[in-house]
Nanobody, 115 residues
Framework: QLQVVESGGGLVQPGGSLRLSCSVSGIIERLDVMAWHRQAPGKERELIARITHSGMTNYADSVKGRFTISADNAKNTVYLQMNNLKSEDTAVYYC?????????WGQGTQVTVSS
C-alpha cells in the first residue's frame, strides 16, 4: 500500500506559475509511472503529464510547452512545473503512481487561475 500526497496548489493570476509536488510513501519497490491528471468542474478527469522510471515523458497537447513533469526517484517525489497558466487550467490536480499492477491516487490539490 502506498500513500500519495499532493501539495503546491493555490490561486494564481493568468500568466503566472505554480509548482506542484507529489510525495509517495509506503512500501516502494519501483514506481513504474508517475503522472499528473486534472479534473475541471463539469469535465472528466484527464491525463496531462506522465513520466516513467527511466525518465520518458509525455504531455497532453493542452499543456505541452507550458508544463514540465520531473521526478526525483531517490525521494519518491514527482513535480509539475506549470508556467504561463491560463484560466482553463483551473482544476483539481491529482497525482497517480503505478507500481506493478496497482495504481495509487492522491486526494488532489486545487489550482485556480484567476485575476
Amino acid at each position: 500500500q502506498l500513500q500519495v500526497v499532493e501539495s503546491g496548489g493555490g490561486l494564481v493570476q493568468p500568466g503566472g506559475s505554480l509548482r506542484l509536488s507529489c510525495s509517495v510513501s509506503g512500501i516502494i519497490e519501483r514506481l513504474d509511472v508517475m503522472a499528473w491528471h486534472r479534473q475541471a468542474p463539469g469535465k472528466e478527469r484527464e491525463l496531462i503529464a506522465r513520466i516513467t522510471h527511466s525518465g520518458m515523458t509525455n504531455y497532453a497537447d493542452s499543456v505541452k510547452g507550458r508544463f514540465t513533469i520531473s521526478a526525483d526517484n531517490a525521494k519518491n517525489t514527482v513535480y509539475l512545473q506549470m508556467n504561463n497558466l491560463k484560466s482553463e487550467d483551473t482544476a483539481v490536480y491529482y497525482c497517480n503512481v503505478d507500481q506493478r499492477v496497482f495504481a495509487y491516487w492522491g486526494q488532489g490539490t486545487q489550482v485556480t487561475v484567476s485575476s
